[in-house]
């Protein structure tokens, strides 16, 4: 749990802040990371189960995050909703990745 907990800090630090500069309010931005970041985290994984590999996983779990981030933005009176959550999500799995291959964290 504290290997999520550090990855989901590390989510919003990277995510909340273009979600602001976007036009969003906190509670907007602060939310919608909140709501995809443990299913991305915990379910996703169990597709290992039926073979889909690593990098098949990071792609579909990516792209739900994606959509249900544009779609709670928009909800929310973000315009451009679907380029902000492009970019906010691209922005903290390169942050991630990059963590993880430098440091092996989280």
Request: aromatic share 14%.
């Amino acid at each position: 749990m504290t290997r999520w907990l550090a990855a989901f800090v590390l989510t919003q630090v990277l995510e909340v802040p273009l979600y602001l500069r976007s036009g969003a309010g906190w509670r907007t931005a602060l939310l919608a990371s909140t709501l995809t970041h443990p299913v991305v985290w915990f379910a996703f994984p169990l597709l290992s189960r039926v073979g889909v590999g690593y990098w098949g996983m990071v792609i579909a779990a990516e792209t739900f995050a994606v959509g249900v981030e544009a779609l709670w933005l928009s909800a929310n009176g973000v315009r451009r909703a679907f380029a902000w959550s492009l970019l906010a999500n691209a922005t903290s799995v390169a942050g991630g990745l990059l963590i993880r291959s430098l440091f092996g964290w989280p």
